[in-house]
C-alpha cells in the first residue's frame, strides 16, 4: 500500500526504521564546486531515503552531524554542529522568525548576531567531511550528470552533489534522513516533516 508521499509524487520510497524522537531539520546545500546549467531533462527522482545509521560503526561519526565543525566566516574559529542540538525551528513559537523578516533585505549596516560559515567544498579532492558523511548515507536524486565541461573539480562520485539548493533532512539525532533534488518545491518535504512529526507525537 502506498504512502500518502507516494501517491502524490509517483515516486516509491524505501522506507526505514529510524529512532525516536524526532526534529525537522534541513541542510540546504548551496554548493561550490558546482558549475553549468542544470540538463534539460536528466533522469532524476524528488528525493531519496538514506541508507539506515550504524553509530557503532568505526567508520561513522558516534553523533551523526553533531560530531563536525565547520570554519566561521571570519576564519576565526570552528564552529561545531553539537552547538545547535535541541535548538530546531521554529522555537519560541516561531516568534524569532517573524521577528527577522524585517532583515531579509537589511541595509542600514544590519549586521546578523548569529554564526555565519565559511563557504565549503561538497564535491571533490577538497570536499568537507560533513558533506562526505551525508553522501555515504543518502544515495543522489539523479543518475546523470549535466555538463561535465562546467564542473570546477575532479574525479566525479555517483553520490555527488549535482546542484544547488539540494537538501538533506536531518532528525534530532544528527542522522540524515531524506535527500531532496534541488527541483524539489518545499510543500513536497512539509509531507516527510509532518510524517516526522506524527511519529513524534504517537
Not at 576565526?76 to 533585505?105: M, T
Not at 546542484?163 to 518535504?189: C, M, Q
Request: glycine residues 6%; positive net charge.
Amino acid at each position: 500500500m502506498k504512502t500518502d508521499t507516494e501517491k502524490r509524487e509517483g515516486v516509491r520510497y524505501a522506507k526505514m526504521a529510524v529512532g525516536k524522537p524526532w526534529f525537522a531539520s534541513l541542510l540546504c546545500v548551496l554548493a561550490v564546486g558546482l558549475g553549468g546549467a542544470e540538463a534539460a531533462n536528466p533522469e532524476r527522482v524528488m528525493s531519496r531515503h538514506c541508507q539506515a545509521y550504524n553509530r557503532n560503526s568505526p567508520k561513522m561519526p558516534r553523533n551523526g552531524i553533531y560530531d563536525f565543525t565547520v570554519p566561521d566566516i571570519y576564519g576565526d574559529r570552528n564552529i561545531s554542529l553539537s552547538e545547535f542540538r535541541g535548538k530546531q525551528e521554529p522555537g519560541a513559537n516561531a516568534s524569532e522568525i517573524l521577528n527577522g523578516i524585517r532583515h531579509v533585505r537589511p541595509g542600514n549596516g544590519f549586521r546578523p548576531k548569529f554564526p555565519l560559515t565559511a563557504k565549503l567544498d561538497v564535491n571533490g579532492e577538497k570536499e568537507h567531511p560533513l558533506f562526505t558523511f551525508l553522501k555515504s548515507l543518502c544515495p543522489s536524486t539523479r543518475e546523470y550528470f549535466s555538463d561535465k565541461n562546467r564542473l570546477f573539480y575532479d574525479k566525479m562520485k555517483n553520490s555527488d552533489i549535482r546542484w544547488n539548493w539540494e537538501k538533506f533532512l536531518i532528525n534530532r539525532e544528527g542522522i540524515p534522513i531524506v535527500r531532496y533534488d534541488a527541483s524539489t518545491e518545499p510543500h513536497f518535504i512539509e509531507v516527510d516533516i509532518e510524517d516526522m512529526m506524527r511519529e513524534t507525537n504517537a
